[in-house]
Every structure is written in structure tokens, then in C-alpha cells.
């Protein structure tokens, strides 16, 4: 898992802000990635604002949508 936050994302305090919520939100979700997988979130800024339990809700659907398209990919390379 990594976790990427620019300097363009504020000053040192809001982007350490920004990953500690998102590390909180993927610790959280992180049972959905059932399969090993490398994953790289590059948040954008309104992740300051957004409600937590929100944020929440959106890396769970990313992550399964990811678990989805690992399976699929594992599926296709099973029959060939």
C-alpha cells in the first residue's frame, strides 16, 4: 500500500492530516483486498473536508472495485 500527498496539497500539517485520515480509512478497508496487490492512492485535496465516515465509504468501493478486476484478471489468466 502506498500512500502519496504532494506539496501542492498544502502546507505540512494539512498533508499529514490528509494522511492520517486516509491511512485510518484504508486500515479500515483494508480486509476488501482479499488477494495480494500493490496499491497506490494519490488523494486529492478535498479529503480535508469530506466527512470521515464518506471517505470511508469511498476507498471500500475503490478497494473492491480493485478486488473485482484482480479477480477477473486471475479468472482470464486460469482458462488460458
Known amino acids: 500500500m502506498g500512500l502519496t500527498v504532494g506539496k501542492v496539497m498544502g502546507k505540512a500539517v494539512d498533508r ?3 494522511k492520517r ?3 485510518e480509512a ?3 478497508n483494508l480486509p476488501a483486498l482479499r488477494m ?3 496499491v ?3 488523494p486529492r485535496r ?3 473536508d469530506v466527512e ?3 471517505l470511508e465509504r469511498e476507498v ?3 478497494f473492491r472495485a480493485i478486488q473485482s478486476a484482480v479477480e477477473k484478471k486471475a479468472q482470464r489468466e486460469g482458462r488460458a
Open 16 to 18: 499529514n492530516r490528509i
Open 21 to 23: 485520515r486516509m491511512r
Open 26 to 28: 484504508v486500515r479500515k
Open 36 to 38: 495480494p496487490v500493490d
Open 40 to 42: 497506490i492512492l494519490h
Open 46 to 48: 478535498s479529503v480535508m
Open 52 to 54: 470521515f465516515a464518506a
Open 60 to 62: 471500500g468501493s475503490v
